[in-house]
């Protein structure tokens, strides 16, 4: 069964540098997304990106986030200067049609720790 | 403000058991999502149901739109069941609208 797949699956660095999470969704899925989940907390919605431009993003995503899609495949999380409290599980999920239409394909996630 | 209630926090069955989970929301929803969170992090959707009940093998999902609630049940619950279920609301706002997560519900079955 096809898959969502993200790397790397676990990223340390340094408070400041910049991360890029990468993410490779379904391949006829359109509408893609980036979750986030603070150890312990609940999963919070990111971004939604489709038709090559962001659709939707929440309080969250500030300026120092930005996602790409930069050739038919990958579709990537950038954070500019990272920040200790980005650390956290990054999911990447897909869906074929929109999140009232279709279901959600979930990567693995990436764990991102900024010391 | 847009919340999902789940209930209950934490859910400790023996294995054959009936399980009910529950989850409230207090906005209007175009969609609701069960997710299942396995011990290791990784997400798998459940179901995404707008009205009704789907059933999926032993998972059952209903949803009371009126009434702003959605339950999952899981029947003869084995303890390969034990995860994390989280409902997710999609608010009224487009099909790429933002999901609204609940905490979770952390469900461990005893054989």
């Known amino acids: 069964e096809p898959e969502v797949t993200q790397t790397p699956s676990h990223q340390v660095t340094q408070m400041g540098q910049e991360v890029i999470l990468r993410c490779v969704p379904i391949s006829n899925h359109l509408y893609f997304y980036w979750y986030r989940q603070i150890l312990g907390q609940k999963v919070e919605f990111l971004v939604s990106f489709y038709n090559n431009e962001i659709s939707e993003k929440s309080e969250i995503f500030d300026d120092q986030f930005s996602v790409e899609r930069p050739d038919g495949s990958n579709f990537t999380l950038k954070i500019r200067s990272t920040k200790l409290e980005d650390s956290a599980m990054y999911f990447c999920a897909s869906s074929e049609a929109g999140q009232e239409y279709s279901p959600l394909h979930f990567g693995n996630g990436t764990r991102l720790t900024v010391t | 403000k847009n919340e999902v209630e789940q209930s209950p926090q934490n859910l400790t069955a023996q294995e054959g058991e009936f399980i009910t989970i529950n989850c409230s929301y207090s906005v209007g929803i175009s969609a609701l999502h069960w997710l299942q969170q396995h011990p290791g992090g990784g997400i798998v959707s459940l179901f995404m149901?707008?009205?009704g009940k789907k059933k999926h093998g032993r998972l059952i999902a209903t949803i009371n739109i009126q009434e702003k609630h959605s339950s999952l049940h899981i029947t003869a619950s084995h303890p390969r069941d034990s995860a994390v279920y989280i409902c997710a609301a999609l608010l009224v706002r487009g099909s790429q609208g933002n999901l609204i997560f609940g905490k979770g519900t952390k469900l461990s079955v005893k054989p």
């Open positions: 149901l707008s009205s």
